[in-house]
């Protein structure tokens, strides 16, 4: 396996040569300097995401959620402990963040770009992502013609324009409503059955994290721990009324209420 990019505590990229996994998380901490003084976010977070898994990431607002997922990424270093994807990955916010001045196409093959597709390849695969994300006829589209969840659809074409190993999600789908985030849920459970990619979800939605993960990870507040995880052994495509989806949601709530009153949050 081409296992490429490793991220460690204060030191460039080194490469890993025995990575089997997505995403390797090992004794993460990370704190920032505020006025107070040292903000302990992370506390040796270890979590593995496996070549092809979907895994969310649950926890209370402020929790250090997308500090974790702007570790994996990249975007940030650890204080302590070492990360390493299999390739670079993907990104996907709450806020589409697509270049408003480009079409649908024009944003996706941006990426195809980046990537290093040649010219006359990115029009196609640009057109083959639309229909991936069934939103073909879309082409030429500036992004303020397109509803939120169009925009959350090319954004998501977008990132798997990237064709990288794991595909990290922050909330891509708190801002619509909930009969398009349903859909969404549907599309990306089938994208992600296609494309056998891997994915690394954050959602402080239970009910989304049951829907749509093989393993839910429960984070703890203040510092962030790993608190539990479950694997959640439910055939898809799930619904998120699905009964067995409601029982393992309770479950989950209630320990994630218990987290939330144990460090004073609402
Ligand atoms: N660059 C920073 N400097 C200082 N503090 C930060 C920084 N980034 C995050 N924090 C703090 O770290 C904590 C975790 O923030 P983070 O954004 O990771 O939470 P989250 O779990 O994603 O929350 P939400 O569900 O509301 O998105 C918060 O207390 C936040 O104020
Ligand atoms: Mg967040």
Known sequence: MAATLAKEAGSATRAADALDVAARVEHVSKSFTTPAGQQLVLDDITLDVNQG???TLLG??????????????????PSAGSIGTDGRPALMFQEHALFPWLTAGRNIELA???RGLP???RRPR?????ELVRLRGAYGKRVHELS???RQRVALARALAQDSKLLLMDEPFAALDAITRDVLHDELTRIWRETRVSV??????VREAVRLAQRVVLLSSRPGRVAREWTVDIEQPRRIEDAAVAEL???ITEELRGEIRRHGQH
């Open 119 to 121: 010219k006359a390849e």
């Open 249 to 251: 949601s309770a479950e």
């Open 53 to 55: 898994e979907f895994v």
């Open 200 to 205: 690394l979800f954050v959602t402080h939605n």
């Open 148 to 150: 939120g969840g169009m």
């Open 126 to 130: 640009a057109e083959e992502l639309l």
């Open 112 to 114: 195809l770009r980046l």
């Open 60 to 77: 209370a607002s402020g929790c250090g959620k997308s500090t974790l997922l702007n570790l994996v990424a990249g975007l940030d270093r």
